[in-house]
């Protein structure tokens, strides 16, 4: 049986009726990373053996008609940057390759007491810091619908884990379209929450106003189930939310008749490939056939977001990764002088990219320049905030692209930066803002690359963004394509 032409809620509907095994299921995608991790570098480390036996555990317990958790027995790989007890946890970093957490991040325990089986870390742009998972110190992550091309980023690697067969579910993290590029450029379902939906602790802090945990997957129907299972407050962040957690499981089912979904005709056009300006336009018939009604709205200052996104999150990288100075948990150099110590720990063990944020978010915290840098960027961030607060009183989500072209190929942006950044155009004012966005397979282009469709909504809105994606999916077919 291929397992990997389902989905996690049709290989968990075989595994409750026990016409497939726990052990079969981890044992058959244990034998797909086998296979195909060596040419796509997705996983960073594997838990075959703890996830083994926790598949035996789980198949004793169903056998027995003993209780098992709303997920029990189905696989999912788990990005470098969330922390998981007795793995290796590097974020990408060689400041981090001998680190070994001696606790789970709250979204990676929450799966296991639902009973998913960890089967191994993926792999990122260090730090987070990246569109495409060119890490510099392990390596390419390559797109399985193309070996020549980037799987996006930074959770490349959680991405390209399932569409290259390898896992059916996978968490990420998105700090500026981390999950939903990767999963617009894998042809994937990837949901991050409103800020505080999912509990950040345990995630190796990037740029902390910013970033979210979420699910990768093949289908809505995949991401609620996963995403129902690790939202909620968390007393170890006080930044999560005390809002009840909604069953998005049942509410997707609900017709989208009557919704208003908002369209920003600013976001067409220039700067985007044509063939996702014409998918938009095809998602718009089928989703106004299932009766939502569109409506024209404008984000004025969404073409800020950018430059806006690139002062605040240096900023923010600037003061989280001052704790990785080799006198603590991280590697050392050597060195008899202190100075020298830090200098050239920080130098041969953080990538390039890492640096260049570093220094830009040191720039422009610095005293002379906090004024002009990063209390402008906050004041345009409260801008585009109102913006969609203005847009979604009008409407109850918004359609547009998820990035202005399919994947890229490896090394084509490796030199140039400012071009890597445009990448994340279409995706960073949701964090900006703290609101749910989810990516979804919205056709090919004539290389027979994924398209990726964004849809952005309410603040806690994310049942309304599923059910939204889930109707389009059960009138389309892409989420249902695989690469060769």
Not at 350 to 365: D, H, N, P, W
Request: charged share 20%; glycine share 8%; aromatic share 8%.
């Amino acid at each position: 049986m291929d397992l990997s032409s389902f989905s996690a809620y049709q290989l968990l509907e075989l595994l409750n009726q026990q016409e497939l095994s726990s052990v079969d299921c981890v044992d058959y995608f244990l034998k797909q990373i086998e296979n195909r991790n060596p040419d796509l570098n997705a996983f960073a480390a594997l838990a075959a053996e703890s996830a083994l036996e926790q598949a035996q555990a789980i198949d004793r317990r169903r056998q027995k008609g003993e209780a098992v958790g709303p997920l029990a027995g189905l696989p999912v790989a788990v990005k470098d940057g969330i922390c998981t007890q007795g793995i290796r946890t590097t974020a990408g970093s060689r400041m981090l390759e001998q680190f070994v957490p001696f606790y789970n991040a709250t979204a990676v325990q929450r799966l296991l007491e639902a009973d998913a089986i960890l089967i191994g870390k993926t792999m990122m742009d260090e730090f987070g810091m990246g569109s495409s998972t060119e890490n510099p110190h392990y390596g390419n992550t390559r797109n399985p619908w193309d070996l020549q091309r980037v799987p996006g980023g930074s959770s490349g690697g959680s991405a390209a884990a399932i569409a290259g067969g390898m896992a059916p579910l996978a968490l990420g993290s998105d700090t500026g379209g981390s999950i939903r590029q990767p999963a617009a450029f894998c042809g994937l379902t990837g949901l991050k929450p409103t800020y505080g939906r999912v509990s950040r602790y345990g995630l190796i802090a990037y740029a902390s106003s910013l970033e979210q945990i979420g699910p990768l997957a093949w289908t809505a129907q995949d991401a609620a189930l996963m995403l129902r299972v690790c939202a909620g407050q968390d007393a170890c962040d006080s930044t999560s939310a005390t809002r009840a957690v909604d069953d998005y499981a049942s509410e997707i089912e609900s017709p989208i008749n009557g919704m208003r979904i908002g369209i920003c005709r600013d976001q067409l056009g220039k700067g985007l490939a044509p063939e996702i300006e014409s998918a938009i336009e095809q998602a718009v018939s089928v989703l106004e056939s299932l009766g939502a009604t569109f409506v024209d709205i404008t984000l004025p200052n969404s073409s800020h977001a950018v430059p806006a996104y690139y002062v605040i999150a240096p900023c923010e990288a600037s003061a989280n990764l001052a704790r990785f100075d080799g006198v603590r948990y991280t590697k050392r150099a050597d060195s008899t002088e202190l100075d020298q110590m830090y200098s050239k720990t920080r130098s041969d063990y953080f990538g390039q990219e890492v640096k260049r944020r570093i220094l830009l978010g040191t720039f422009a915290l610095s005293s002379g320049y906090y004024d002009q840098y990063y209390i402008r960027a906050s004041k345009i961030r409260r801008l585009i905030q109102q913006d969609f607060d203005r847009a979604l009183n009008e409407v109850d989500v918004i359609l547009g692209p998820t990035t202005p072209s399919t994947a890229f190929k490896i090394g084509q942006w490796v030199d140039d930066p400012l071009s890597m950044y445009l990448a994340d155009v279409y995706t960073v004012a949701a964090n900006l803002a703290g609101l749910p966005a989810i990516s979804i397979a919205g056709g090919v282009d004539s290389n027979d690359l994924p398209i990726g469709l964004q849809l952005q909504g309410r603040p806690f809105g994310e049942a309304a963004l599923l059910r939204v994606a889930h109707q389009f999916q059960s009138q389309t077919d892409f989420h249902t394509r695989r690469p060769n």
